[in-house]
């Protein structure tokens, strides 16, 4: 009896399991087999894109942040070149400041003194020159005349000789000082430009830096057929501009502004080199001037001596005797020989400034003409290497073209039917 209820027992729960199970079946058993992998391929795909783009931000965020450091490391490198600068444009404004103290007290020192150290340069030079800042011009109103000595080509060298009132003060400016003036203008406007490079350089950087991230994004990424083709070509075209504006960034770099900024350096050191030679030419010319003017004073001094003991002893007015005549015309003779002797010196010096003077600004005028050629040269580079991003750029809009004059409506109907479509059977009326 036992064995029977049991065996009842275990009938009934497999007839209870069987009525269970089969709603189960009969729902699966609805589910295609082409339905659910679709259900699963979608459910996967959404899990690719979400892992995807997951992984593109964290790049992007990565990327973003060693380009701040690299940003805030060129800024400080720059930061310290202009210190450095700074500092040397303050040396050189130093050195200049006690030149002209030292001019200005060697000035004082001559005219000062008694009122007979002034002299009239008409009256105490030869008429046919003309005494100006320690130079000997021509006599205007005898001047002979004098050939350029470059004619034809507007020349340093041939219009810088004489001083300039200087407009902010009572003082003269040098002819060379102008021309140098000129050269650290160049110089300034050569930093400047290497500078607006540079700010090119950042915004086709920041400009390739954006269009790659665009590139990256999934908007309409699943659109199908010959248009999701060209949508897809449109965001990889985004990509490659990316990548052209980074290589012409890169370029501008290594082929403009590096190279801008290395000859501004060289071209430095070349101005304060001619600025210091020529300056100590000038010095050494206004000594010898001095010296001449000296010398000068002497003789006249030893002359009026002799004169006046002539006249007493012509009188006799005086035991002067003969001894103290020839004494006194010696010293005179020898007054005159120290006279010669200074203004042979003076006109060494001023051969030796004059000299230098041509070869110096001659130089001036060969640096600026390389200047100018260099920016010229590396201003065409800029040029040709914006024309050829244009051209790569125009290259990368090529195959969105092409694959938009693809672009089917009937095709893509087709194909996605084709690859959807659920029966032609079509529904007929119902008869009785």
């Known amino acids: 009896m036992g064995r029977r209820t049991n065996k009842m027992k275990k009938q009934g729960n497999k007839v209870l399991q069987t009525n269970q199970a089969a709603p189960i079946r009969e729902s699966i058993e609805k ?7 679709m259900y699963l391929e979608k459910m996967y795909y959404n899990l690719k894109n979400f892992i995807r783009e997951l992984a593109q931000e964290f790049c992007s965020k990565i990327t973003e942040s060693f380009q701040e450091m690299k940003d805030v490391s060129e800024v400080l490198k720059r930061n310290k070149e202009e210190i450095i600068e700074g500092k040397e444009s303050l040396n050189q404004l130093k050195s200049s400041m006690e030149s002209t103290t030292h001019r200005q007290d060697h000035l004082e020192d001559r005219t000062s003194g008694n009122e007979d150290k002034i002299f009239n340069l008409e009256n105490k030079v030869d008429p046919t020159e003309k005494m100006i800042n320690c130079v000997t011009f021509p006599h205007p109103d005898t001047m002979p005349e004098q050939q350029l000595l470059k004619p034809t080509e507007w020349s340093y060298c041939d219009y810088f000789w004489a001083d300039k009132k200087d407009p902010q003060g009572n003082g003269t400016v040098a002819g060379f000082e102008l021309l140098l003036q000129k050269q650290l203008k160049g110089k300034q406007m050569q930093k400047e430009m290497s500078e607006f490079v540079r700010e090119r350089i950042k915004i086709e950087e920041e400009y390739a830096k954006n269009l790659a991230k ?18 897809a070509q449109v965001k990889k075209s985004l990509a490659d ?3 052209v504006h980074l290589k012409f960034s890169a370029k501008l770099h290594s082929e403009v502004e590096k190279p801008l900024m290395n000859f501004r350096e060289n071209f430095k050191k070349d101005m304060k080199k001619c600025d210091h030679h020529i300056a100590d030419l000038r010095k050494q010319l206004a000594s010898r001037y001095a010296s001449v003017e000296k010398a000068r004073k ?3 001094e030893r002359q009026r001596d002799l004169e006046m003991k002539t006249q007493q002893l012509e009188i006799k007015l005086s035991n002067k005797t003969e001894e103290d005549i020839k004494k006194a015309r010696r010293k005179s ?19 030796k400034w004059f000299e230098e003077m041509v070869t110096t600004t001659l130089e001036l005028e060969r640096l600026e003409v390389e200047r100018v050629e260099m920016i010229r040269q590396h201003l065409c580079q800029y040029t040709q290497l914006r024309h050829e991003t244009d051209m790569f750029n125009q290259s990368t809009v ?23 479509k659920t029966g032609n059977i079509r529904p007929v009326d119902m008869e009785i």
Request: net charge negative; hydrophobic share 35%.
């Open 333 to 351: 003779t020898q007054a005159g020989d120290d006279l010669m002797r200074c203004v042979d010196l003076y006109n060494q010096a001023q051969s």
């Open 241 to 243: 501009e990316a990548e």
């Open 398 to 420: 090529e195959p969105v073209d092409q694959l938009l004059r693809k672009v089917d409506p009937a095709k893509d109907r087709e194909l996605w039917v084709r690859e959807h």
């Open 298 to 300: 002497a003789l006249t």
């Open 214 to 231: 665009l590139s990256q994004n999934s908007l309409a990424a699943q659109e199908e057929g010959s248009l999701g083709e060209a949508w």
């Open 31 to 37: 589910i295609s087999v082409k339905e659910l992998r």
